[in-house]
């Protein structure tokens, strides 16, 4: 079975501070990973995926990952936070090609607070 | 495009009640999974379904919670009797069973007192 970490429970920057938040993984397979967001009382949105390929992944809003394979890790960063960030972040994972498994498995999240 | 769609957005009812939760997901797409998310327990995968089949309802709670998806555009997740601790947002998400992208609906806030 799959499972994430996230380290990261609340962290809080100012405005155009660099971001990382830390995303760990558990499986012994293939996987594709995954960043949501969600800001304050709203559902998830997809803010970027790793399927295969080049493992820096940019998505929306300035954000990138980057997979590293030999760490199981796949860490979300933003070169400068703007006050619109301030939400929650989640890590996730499914496996790649299982179609028994194709749910994704989430992190605990990440509370982002970006002061002003 | 129409994302999936969910209903009720907010239900408040009294302990004891039936609540039924609906979910209809984005067209052409045939796996949906229902999740949980508390502050306590974060998102928890409910259950899912592939091509209308249940695939994995490991998640489901206990034999108070039932789904199911009568077609391809349709699916509940029903919780009775229902219970102050199933107070939570219950999200509804699909994808196609050939991608591997996830898209979740605006959730059901159910709060039961």
């Known amino acids: 079975a799959q499972s994430v970490s996230q380290h990261n429970h609340h962290v809080i920057l100012s405005e155009a501070a660099s971001l990382e938040l830390g995303c760990n993984y558990s499986?012994?397979?293939?996987?594709?990973l995954f960043w949501y967001v969600q800001y304050p009382g709203q559902h998830l949105q997809l803010l970027l995926k790793y399927f295969s390929g080049d493992p820096l992944v940019k998505g929306i809003k300035g954000f990138e990952a980057e997979f590293i394979k030999s760490k199981f890790s796949f860490n979300l960063r933003k070169p400068s936070v703007q006050w619109s960030d301030t939400a929650e972040y989640f890590c996730a994972v499914n496996a790649s090609g299982d179609t028994g498994r194709r749910a994704l498995t989430f992190g605990s999240g990440t509370r982002l607070q970006v002061q002003p | 495009d129409a994302g999936v769609i969910q209903s009720p957005r907010h239900e408040v009812t009294e302990m004891g009640q039936e609540v039924t939760l609906r979910c209809k997901p984005i067209s052409g797409h045939n796996s949906l999974f229902w999740y949980r998310q508390t502050m306590m327990r974060g998102l928890e995968l409910l259950i899912y379904?592939?091509?209308?089949?249940?695939?994995?309802d490991s998640g489901m709670p206990e034999d108070r919670f039932s789904a199911k998806m009568p077609n391809a555009s349709f699916s509940t997740l029903k919780i009775q009797p229902s219970e102050p601790r199933d107070s939570a947002v219950y999200f509804c998400a699909s994808s196609q069973t050939s991608g591997n992208t996830i898209y979740f609906g605006e959730g059901s806030w159910l709060t039961v007192v």
């Open positions: 499986y012994g397979g293939t996987v594709n």
């Open positions: 379904f592939n091509n209308n089949v249940p695939i994995d």
